[in-house]
């Protein structure tokens, strides 16, 4: 029986950026963050380790890109759910289903976009991501239409109290230690009645 041939190595013109990035979070999808490196994504796609350094500087330059692809993904499924409805309740409540579905169905990406990794990844972010932006001025537009009882001064408040909720929630879930009533239990939609009931309600 002859002896199968080896591939041909790729050359590092036949590849492109978008490649290199599918190919690194594919690998960040399957092992973790921890199994990324020019070596492992030259042995995916099949070339020289130096090839994707014609694309990109190194593996953070790498990471950088794909947080940054991810936040545009992430953002503009946010904002579809923002325009679902002009209702602000029915909006954080599609806001916080989109945040979760998204960060279930990207576990590794997310963890990397939010710095749930270490300090590997501490640098990458220094502002406020674009979803959450989003998020602050849903809120905002409530508490000035006035259908959250609460000072327009607050809305900051709320929107760090809904944000340590939904992201303290998705560590518990991505980490294997949420705990649901039942298997048919909304982690998601029992935090938000009680918040919704809380803005509708308003200040004491």
Not at 71 to 77: H, P
């Amino acid at each position: 029986m002859a002896e199968s041939k080896p591939k041909k190595r790729r050359s590092r013109n036949s590849l492109s950026r978008a490649e290199i990035l599918q190919a690194a979070l594919s690998i960040i999808q399957e092992s973790g963050i921890e199994s990324l490196s020019m070596r492992t994504i030259a042995r995916k796609l099949n070339c020289s380790v130096a090839s994707p350094y014609a694309y990109f500087q190194n593996r953070d330059d790498i990471i950088k890109e794909l947080i940054s692809n991810g936040e545009e993904i992430l953002t503009r499924d946010l904002k579809k759910a923002q325009k679902s409805s002009q209702d602000v309740f029915e909006q954080l409540t599609a806001i916080a289903h989109t945040y979760w579905n998204f960060a279930v169905a990207n576990r590794e990406l997310h963890k990397l976009m939010f710095n749930t990794l270490g300090p590997s990844t501490g640098k990458v972010f220094r502002y406020y991501p674009k979803s959450y932006k989003l998020f602050l001025e849903t809120l905002k537009h409530g508490t000035q239409t006035g259908k959250i009882k609460f000072s327009k001064a607050g809305y900051h408040a709320i929107a760090r109290t809904m944000w340590a909720w939904i992201y303290g929630l998705l560590v518990l879930e991505l980490t294997g230690l949420l705990q649901r009533r039942n298997k048919n239990s909304d982690p998601v939609e029992e935090g938000v009645y009680f918040f919704l009931k809380l803005l509708k309600q308003g200040e004491a």
